[in-house]
């Protein structure tokens, strides 16, 4: 497995997307996704699945410290006192000691920006998690949490597939040594799968849409990606992206095809995106 070394974090180029998996079938996924050989799994307090998430992390046979694991803090939880009990009651539910990655799921400008970088570095502090980074930060936003921040930010998510090129906040990934975690990475499982462009490189390597989605977004310098499926045979094909390249012809016209900018998150509450 490809690894993503960012400010002394390391993180497995492809992890386990939990997002609307809940219950039982959440348990059995992660235990799957383990056995598969996914060793980075992705969960948030919003997702309502820590629990679960968590029992599936330790019914597998791996060891605790060999999987990577994020979890994030919902953003009407960024002032001080909140956000140090979401993160409390999100260890506690997981219930597998400290997570690996703790994040910021949100900006919210109603709350100042300082006491939510401090407030994520107070969890570290505490010991609740192994690193902090941020989620859905626009590049000078990025800027100014790494400013503030004392302990180094290892990650941006933010959503990128090659209908949304992120130019910017890849470049600002790129000036601070964070990661760039790459969340919809399969456009959710729609148009993009069927884009002409996409099937006819499928076609050309004998391998899905997904995979050759998957593989220009890993090819890039410090990104990850966290593909979600409730399909066990899914999983394996999610994570067996590594073994063929595009070519120069091919990464180049996904390129330009992800300059289109088609954003499909996009809540209300979105801070001001990037152009590109
Ligand atoms: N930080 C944030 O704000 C944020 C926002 C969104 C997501 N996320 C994280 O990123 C993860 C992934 O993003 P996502 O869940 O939005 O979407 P995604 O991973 O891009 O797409 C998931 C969809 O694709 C389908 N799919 C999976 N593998 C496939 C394959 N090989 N071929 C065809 N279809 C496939 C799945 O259907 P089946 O289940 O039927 O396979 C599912 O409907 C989430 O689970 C969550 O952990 C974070």
Redesign the pocket.
Known sequence: MKIIEANGARIPAIGF?????KGLEATDMVTNAIAAGYRHI???RM?ANEVEVGEGIRRSDVPRDDIFITT?IWRDDLAADRFADASETAIEALGIGPVDLL?I??PNADIPLEESIEALNAAKSRGLTRHIGV??FPSALLDEAVAISEAPLVCN???Y?PFLAQEAVLGACERHGMALVA???????GEI?KHPLVTGIAAKHGK????IILNWEIAQNRVAA??????PD?LA??LDVFDFELSDEETRSLDVLSREGRR??NPAFAPVWDRV
């Open positions: 997307g939990t997002y609307t998996l992705d969960t948030a997702y994030k994040l799921h949100w989620a859905n998510q933010v959503e597939h969340y919809s990475p399969l456009g959710q499982g799968l899905a849409p997904s995979q966290i593909p979600r499926t409730s399909d899914r094909l999610n499909l998150v």
